[in-house]
Nanobody, 125 residues
Framework: QVQLVESGGGSVETGGSLTLTCAASGFRYNSVALGWFRQAPGKKREAVAVVYTGTRDTYYSDSVKGRFTISRDNTKNTLLLQMNDLKPGDTAVYYC??????????????????WGQGTQVTVSS
């Protein structure tokens, strides 16, 4: 049974940093699409960063490029999202997502079959 459990959310001031962790289990880690999405109140869920674990291709949304870094700890089967220089616009619930096939569109939430429960990130000005 696939399980994705996020942690590490919290409240920070503008310019601060947070690291989100997704503990993943129940699937083979070596060839899946694994990533982070976020959803702010009243907005659609949007992609933040995704990695295709087999090819190691990594994708970032333009809004976080240069500030966020996605990485994996293979020994612990965890996915990390290091978030630096946080802005109020980053405030959202952040979700870990996985699909056993590489989506045609990495940024499309509809193409990810499995989701975590989310963790709240709040950035104050």
């Amino acid at each position: 049974q696939v399980q994705l459990v996020e942690s590490g959310g919290g409240s920070v001031e503008t310019g601060g940093s947070l690291t989100l962790t997704c503990a993943a289990s129940g699937f083979r880690y070596n060839s899946v699409a694994l990533g982070w999405f976020r959803q702010a109140p009243g907005k659609k869920r949007e992609a933040v960063a995704v990695v295709y674990t087999g090819t190691r291709d990594t994708y970032y949304s333009d809004s976080v490029k240069g500030r966020f870094t996605i990485s994996r700890d293979n020994t612990k089967n965890t996915l990390l999202l290091q978030m630096n220089d946080l802005k109020p616009g980053d405030t959202a619930v952040y979700y870990c997502a996985m699909d056993p096939l590489y989506p045609a569109d990495w940024y499309s939430a509809n193409e990810y079959r499995y989701w975590g429960q989310g963790t709240q990130v709040t950035v104050s000005s």
